[in-house]
């Protein structure tokens, strides 16, 4: 099994849709959460940490649910703009190794 | 200030050559990592750094990949005698400290030919 699992996508939506996307973690000894944002060709950049009480920054709202392991991420009133693979990344203890990155969700927003 | 940089941009090599690919990090960062991702494809943790040392080489591929780092700051990857499987953007990044968010560089694309 995978240390976190998400599924690829393509997800296709219409401009001003919301749309959520979740990811499941395997270790349950992990601490921190990110979500990363990636575009076509460039390299992965930080869209959001992930707190426990959740958290949202404008139309992006983070979810972390540690009893089932997964967390979320909603996108509001989509913009062309966020097309792009959203990338769930899990941290297994502070203090230890890298940061392990799903293989990404790949949104398409459609006008 | 200045990001997270990586040398070359671009590098075509042929099949059998030695390459170098070099990771500038953020001043003070004690941690970097070394990642590859193919055409299409995730994330693939190659080797994390904390300070000079190497506690987790375990996404080496092969024998033919090792990587040092230099003074808390600079680090080389080498791949000797490449093969064509790995042609990819060989990404570097860099925190503060081990589990901080990562702030990557633009990558090197490689390609053996």
């Not at chain 1, 979740?22 to 959460?33: D, I, K, L, R, W």
């Not at chain 2, 990404?91 to 030919?113: I, K, M, N, W």
């Amino acid at each position: 099994r995978k240390e976190v699992e998400q599924d690829p996508g393509p997800f296709n939506v219409p401009e001003g849709a919301t749309v959520a996307f979740n990811c499941t973690y395997s270790n349950s000894a992990s601490q921190s959460f990110f979500w990363y944002r990636q575009d076509c060709r460039k390299e992965p950049k930080l869209l959001m940490s992930v707190y426990s009480s959740g958290n949202e920054d404008g139309r992006f709202t983070a979810q972390l649910n540690r009893a089932s392991q997964y967390i979320s991420l909603l996108i509001r009133d989509s913009k062309l703009s966020d097309s792009a693979t959203y990338l769930c990344v899990v941290s297994p203890f502070t203090g230890r190794r890298a940061l392990t990155f799903g293989s990404g969700t790949r949104l398409q927003v459609q006008p | 200030g200045a990001g997270v940089s990586q040398s070359p941009s671009n590098k075509v090599t042929e099949k059998g050559k030695d390459v170098e690919l070099r990771c500038d990090p953020i001043s003070g960062h004690t941690a970097l990592y070394w990642y590859r991702q193919s055409l299409g494809q995730g994330l693939e943790f190659l080797i994390y750094f904390q300070g000079n040392s190497a506690p987790d080489k375990s996404g080496l591929p092969s024998d033919r990949f090792s990587a040092e780092r230099t003074g808390g700051s600079v680090s080389t990857l080498t791949i000797q005698r490449t093969q064509q499987e790995d042609s990819a953007v060989y990404l570097c990044a860099s925190s503060l400290q081990a589990g901080d968010e990562q702030f990557f560089g633009p990558g090197t694309r490689l390609t053996v030919l």
